[in-house]
């Protein structure tokens, strides 16, 4: 046997050395692979609910979905019927039908392997609400819906869960408002409001406002209207203010405006969800990115190793990372735009909001019977009674978000001359007008509104309006 050359030694040792390299590769791919299959189901729903915190619906379902699969291969039995129900609400809007039916699938996973009462309470009630939303939508009976809710009712008050007991009522009111049956609507309603919680209150009271409505009690609905704090909630803050100014066109006879102002709060709400679309498509893009990201980092890590065995892994690893730098750099600067696009778009949208709260604001104003009083250009001396003056307060705090309710509680030693004051200044009036009003000259309603001004909102500068102050507040 012949010695081996240097040549040759050479030749063994590299080839060797790239039977290593590539050993090295696969195992980084394979422990890759190792770490994707290893997901949880538990971990899978965690991503799944985070998706839909951010307003990424697709990404939430197909999330869902994948859990579905691992809690059933995996027999996480509390998984498995959760995520059905988080499915059932993502499709609840969309497909009611389909809601249902993935809600009676959790009822049936839990009923074969029970483990809390309150999830059993809270599945009823989901599936009552979506055979509920069926029934309305295909004008068919509710009498499946009311089984739910109603075994639903029975396990929370037997076990005295107040806030269920309060959640089931709550959907038991929505039924029998459904059905037009307003007077039942209104008795659970109350029912529900006697054992809500801070949590639950707001969707409580709107269920109340909206039963008083319906029976045309204006008075009463307007009050518990006006117990909702929406807080960061836009859609319920539409809700209360559009319900408002529904009740004070209502009061006026004014059907036909009534029918604008809903029409117009759509097209508000269209807006909305049109906003949400955007956003649900950027946080998808974003998600895209960290996942590639994230496998960016994990071949850094393997490359890492690499290099610690052979230069030329380092070589690789070397121009890997510059690639990746530019690679993020790009897409730094893509994200860059699209949050300017979507800034932009989002304040464009509520340009638009704003035109259309201030067309209903005048319009409503327009048709009120004392601002016409008001608007006469003759200069004769012009009186208000008590009444009137206190329907276009009520009119102005109705449409203008309790404005001058506000300055009251704000200012409690101000005059009431003062505020009828301010009153007509938010009205727009002429000095002249106010002057008929008040019975003196144009100078002398100037000198009371400098005084009101520094007197009482303590504003001495003399650029800044009475009128700028009051749209302030």
Same mark, same amino acid.
Request: proline share 2%; with cysteine.
């Given at each position: @046997?012949?010695?081996?050359?240097?040549?040759?030694?050479?030749?063994?040792?590299?080839?060797?050395?790239?039977?290593?390299?590539?050993?090295?590769?696969?195992?980084? !791919?394979?422990?890759?692979?190792?770490?994707?299959?290893?997901?949880?189901?538990?971990?899978?729903?965690?991503?799944?609910?985070?998706?839909?915190?951010?307003?990424? %619906?697709?990404?939430?379902? $197909?999330?869902?979905?994948? $859990?579905?699969?691992?809690?059933?291969?995996?027999?996480?039995?509390?998984?498995?019927? %959760?995520?059905?129900?988080?499915?059932?609400?993502?499709?609840?809007?969309?497909?009611?039908?389909?809601?249902?039916?993935?809600?009676?699938?959790?009822?049936?996973?839990?009923?074969?392997?029970?483990?809390?009462?309150?999830?059993?309470?809270?599945?009823?009630?989901?599936?009552?609400?979506?055979?509920?939303?069926?029934?309305?939508?295909?004008?068919?009976?509710?009498?499946?819906?009311?089984?739910?809710?109603?075994?639903?009712?029975?396990?929370?008050?037997?076990?005295? @869960?107040?806030?269920?007991?309060?959640?089931?009522?709550?959907?038991?009111? *929505?039924?029998?408002?459904?059905?037009?049956?307003?007077?039942?609507?209104?008795?659970?309603?109350?029912?529900?409001?006697?054992?809500?919680?801070?949590?639950?209150?707001?969707?409580?009271?709107?269920?109340?406002?909206?039963?008083?409505?319906?029976? *045309? @009690?204006?008075?009463?609905?307007?009050?518990?209207?006006?117990?909702?704090?929406?807080?960061?909630?836009?859609?319920?803050?539409?809700?209360? /203010?559009?319900?408002?100014?529904?009740?004070?066109?209502?009061?006026?006879?004014?059907?036909?405006?009534?029918?604008?102002?809903?029409?117009?709060?759509?097209?508000?709400?269209?807006?909305?969800?049109?906003?949400?679309? /955007?956003?649900?498509?950027?946080?998808?893009?974003?998600?895209?990115?960290?996942?590639?990201?994230?496998?960016?980092?994990?071949?850094?890590?393997?490359?890492?190793? $690499?290099?610690?065995?052979?230069?030329?892994?380092?070589?690789?690893?070397?121009?890997?990372?510059?690639?990746?730098?530019?690679?993020?750099?790009?897409?730094?600067?893509?994200?860059?735009?699209?949050?300017?696009?979507?800034?932009?778009?989002?304040?464009?949208?509520?340009?638009?909001?704003?035109?259309?709260?201030?067309?209903?604001?005048?319009?409503?104003?327009?048709?009120?019977?004392?601002?016409?009083?008001?608007?006469?250009?003759?200069?004769?001396?012009?009186?208000?009674?008590?009444?009137?003056?206190?329907?276009?307060?009520?009119?102005? *705090?109705?449409?203008?978000?309790?404005?001058?309710?506000?300055?009251?509680?704000?200012?409690?030693?101000?005059?009431?001359?003062?505020?009828?004051? !301010?009153?007509?200044?938010?009205?727009?009036?002429?000095?002249?007008?106010?002057?008929?009003?008040?019975?003196?000259?144009?100078?002398?309603?100037?000198?009371?509104?400098?005084?009101?001004?520094?007197?009482?909102?303590?504003?001495?500068?003399?650029?800044?309006?009475?009128?700028?102050?009051?749209?302030?507040?």
């Amino acid at each position: @046997m012949q010695p081996r050359t240097d040549e040759e030694s050479i030749t063994m040792f590299i080839r060797s050395l790239y039977i290593f390299i590539i050993g090295v590769l696969m195992v980084a !791919c394979s422990q890759q692979q190792q770490g994707a299959d290893s997901q949880t189901a538990a971990r899978c729903l965690e991503e799944a609910q985070a998706a839909f915190a951010n307003d990424s %619906i697709r990404q939430g379902e $197909t999330l869902l979905r994948k $859990t579905i699969q691992l809690a059933e291969a995996s027999e996480d039995w509390h998984t498995y019927y %959760i995520a059905y129900q988080r499915l059932a609400e993502a499709l609840s809007q969309s497909n009611p039908e389909e809601a249902l039916r993935l809600m009676k699938k959790a009822l049936a996973i839990y009923e074969q392997h029970p483990d809390d009462e309150r999830n059993y309470v809270m599945l009823l009630d989901y599936a009552g609400t979506y055979a509920a939303q069926k029934a309305y939508t295909t004008e068919g009976s509710y009498d499946e819906a009311l089984n739910f809710i109603r075994r639903a009712y029975d396990i929370a008050e037997k076990s005295q @869960m107040a806030d269920l007991m309060c959640q089931t009522l709550t959907s038991l009111a *929505n039924i029998a408002w459904a059905r037009d049956d307003y007077r039942q609507a209104l008795d659970y309603a109350h029912r529900a409001n006697s054992t809500a919680t801070t949590e639950l209150r707001p969707g409580t009271l709107q269920v109340l406002a909206r039963s008083y409505l319906s029976l *045309n @009690m204006l008075d009463s609905a307007e009050t518990v209207y006006r117990q909702i704090d929406p807080g960061s909630d836009v859609h319920l803050a539409y809700i209360v /203010q559009s319900s408002l100014a529904n009740i004070a066109l209502r009061r006026m006879g004014a059907t036909q405006v009534e029918d604008s102002v809903e029409e117009a709060f759509e097209q508000i709400e269209g807006f909305y969800y049109k906003a949400l679309e /955007q956003k649900d498509e950027y946080y998808q893009e974003t998600l895209r990115q960290e996942m590639e990201n994230q496998q960016l980092e994990y071949r850094s890590q393997m490359y890492g190793r $690499t290099l610690l065995i052979v230069i030329i892994a380092a070589v690789v690893i070397l121009l890997a990372t510059v690639l990746a730098l530019r690679y993020r750099i790009r897409l730094q600067e893509q994200e860059k735009r699209q949050l300017q696009q979507e800034a932009e778009h989002q304040k464009t949208l509520l340009h638009q909001a704003n035109e259309v709260v201030t067309f209903l604001q005048g319009f409503i104003l327009e048709r009120t019977e004392v601002l016409k009083k008001l608007n006469q250009s003759s200069d004769s001396v012009i009186y208000l009674s008590p009444h009137e003056w206190s329907e276009i307060e009520r009119t102005l *705090n109705a449409i203008d978000g309790n404005r001058f309710a506000k300055i009251r509680e704000q200012y409690p030693t101000m005059q009431e001359n003062d505020i009828r004051l !301010c009153i007509l200044t938010r009205l727009g009036l002429s000095n002249r007008t106010i002057g008929n009003i008040y019975c003196i000259t144009v100078s002398a309603v100037q000198h009371r509104k400098l005084k009101l001004k520094k007197d009482v909102f303590g504003e001495s500068n003399p650029e800044i309006t009475l009128e700028q102050i009051l749209n302030s507040r």
